[in-house]
C-alpha cells in the first residue's frame, strides 16, 4: 500500500449523495478510493465520504469503502488522530 500524496482533511460516517458542492467522484454509490492501495478502482459501495486536500491545495472529494477505510494506513492514521465526522 502505498502513501498518499493528497492529505485526508475529513472521513464522514456516512455516504451521503450530494454532500459536496462539486462531487468529483463517488456519486455513483461506489468506492471512488483505489482498494488496499492498487492501481484499480473499488467495486464495494462507498459506505463513507472522505475529503482530501492535494499538495497544491486543490480539495477533492470521493466515497470511500470500509476496506480502504479500515486498512488504508492514511486513513486509519486519521481517524486515530481525528475519528469520523458525524454529518
Given at each position: ?16 449523495t ?20 492498487s ?6 459501495d ?42
Amino acid at each position: 500500500m502505498g502513501v498518499m500524496k493528497s492529505r485526508i482533511e475529513k472521513i464522514y460516517r456516512n455516504h451521503r449523495t450530494g454532500r459536496f458542492p462539486n462531487d468529483t467522484k463517488g456519486s455513483g454509490g461506489k468506492c471512488s478510493a483505489h482498494s488496499a492501495g492498487s492501481s484499480f478502482p473499488c467495486d464495494e459501495d462507498g459506505v463513507h465520504d472522505v475529503l482530501l486536500r492535494e499538495e497544491d491545495g486543490t480539495p477533492v472529494w470521493w466515497a470511500a469503502c470500509e476496506t480502504w477505510v479500515r486498512k488504508h494506513p492514511d486513513a486509519v492514521k486519521h481517524l486515530e488522530r481525528h475519528g469520523f465526522v458525524d454529518e
